[in-house]
């Protein structure tokens, strides 16, 4: 990713009280989750590119996030979206390399913390 600014706009969100963060600039719309008929770009759920290991993943308040990437037109499915932050490009730190096993380590490239959070973050045209 490149960005030209010392600052990114993240999009904060939660799956199972895991906090992601996805840049702005990805993004082009939020839908609601009844809506996705209406769409005709492919949707997928986030946790099938991230593993959770099994888990049975609830999502409490599922929303579209549609992706800006013409080539890759998609819809992806989070859970409950909570704000959009501005963060200090060197506030975010990398991953540790426990990652580097992990099948979509690829889409995880940083993390940072907000709040007392961490909040990892996630490349979405790369998932």
Known sequence: ???????????IFKIMNIKFGV???Q???????DE?????S??????ERIDFYNRNIIYQSPKILMTKDINHLAGIIVDEPEDI??????SIMP???LFDVIECSKALWGCAMYKNNII?????FKL
């Open 95 to 97: 991953l540790p390399t």
């Open 27 to 33: 993004l082009d719309a939020m839908v609601n989750y």
């Open 42 to 47: 492919s949707i997928f759920w986030l946790h």
């Open 120 to 124: 990892l973050l996630v490349d979405f």
């Open 36 to 40: 996705s008929e209406k769409t005709d």
């Open 1 to 11: 990713m490149n960005y030209t600014g010392q600052e990114i706009n993240i999009l």
């Open 85 to 90: 932050i501005s963060l200090n490009i060197d």
């Open 23 to 25: 840049s702005t600039d």
